[in-house]
């Protein structure tokens, strides 16, 4: 069990929703301690549950049960007030303004072991712990694409797709066509890359109001050696294996 070091954040307010989410994010300064300071600050008005530094320190800022204000402007699967649904936890990583770093271990580590107590705790479903970007793809890009979903993904925690050797014999033409090789979850209207893309990625859960800014998200997410808001066949295989994941979890 962690311990958590008590630093109390004045901002917060009641929830209007269940809790049913984890959202990652970075602090995007240059030290956990000035970090700390900001998110506790009286006039920041900014908060998250959960703080955790480059060495593991884990701070705990406002109580479970209450609303931190750490989403923003956000939308997940029709949801569009993400503060009521979920915790948040901040890594201390100095971010895109400051020289993104890799995350250490000994912070990962302290992450895991915080999102397996908090799922386990509030029933939260391990395929909802998101990143900042997922559930706000036009404005923010954290916790960035040096962030290491894959290792959470071997504990079973995060969104990740299916195995992609399934469809590894498929071409994006099969794809985007709704091959009878493939899931029902394709959607079946589609005709185009572009089409399919959207779908995929609604049904997922994201917004598509901005549809590069939403493959550049998913990329930074999944196909974080491309930086780009291109999507190739990769990125079909990755959508078609995450309808998959998600359609078992149901």
């Known amino acids: 069990m962690l311990n958590f070091h008590k630093a109390p954040s004045p901002h917060f307010n009641e929830r209007a929703l269940p809790l049913d989410s984890i959202i990652l994010h970075y602090t995007d300064m240059p030290t956990a301690d000035e970090a700390l300071a900001w998110l506790c600050h009286p006039t920041s008005q900014v908060s998250a ?3 955790i530094d480059e060495a593991g320190k884990t701070y ?6 209450k609303r931190a204000w750490h ?8 949801c569009t007030d993400i503060n009521s649904c979920s ?5 201390s990583n100095p971010g895109h303004s400051h020289g993104y770093q890799p995350f250490p271990e000994a912070q990962i580590d302290a992450l895991l072991q915080l999102c397996e107590q908090l799922s ?3 029933g939260i479903p391990k395929n909802r712990i998101l990143g900042h970007s997922d ?12 962030f290491p979903w894959e290792v959470l993904s071997r504990e079973g925690l995060g969104l990740w797709p299916t195995s992609s050797d399934a469809y590894s014999e498929l071409t994006p033409c099969d ?13 079946r209207s589609s005709r185009g890359t572009s089409s399919f893309i959207e779908e995929g990625l609604t049904t997922i859960g994201y917004e598509t109001v901005s549809l590069p800014h939403t493959i550049r998200a998913f990329k930074r997410h999944f196909q974080p050696h491309q930086g780009d808001d291109r999507a190739d066949g990769e990125t079909h ?3 078609q294996g995450l309808l998959d994941s998600l359609k078992m979890h149901i």
């Open 120 to 122: 386990a705790r509030w």
């Open 71 to 78: 989403a923003g402007e956000s939308f997940w699967q029709d």
């Open 175 to 187: 794809l985007i066509a709704g091959s009878r090789k493939t899931s029902q979850w394709i959607p």
């Open 60 to 65: 705990h800022l406002v109580e479970d049960e």
């Open 135 to 146: 559930i706000a793809p036009r404005r923010k890009q954290d916790p960035g694409h040096l």
């Open 237 to 239: 295989l990755l959508i």
């Open 49 to 51: 549950h959960y703080l």
């Open 87 to 91: 915790l948040g936890i901040e890594l």
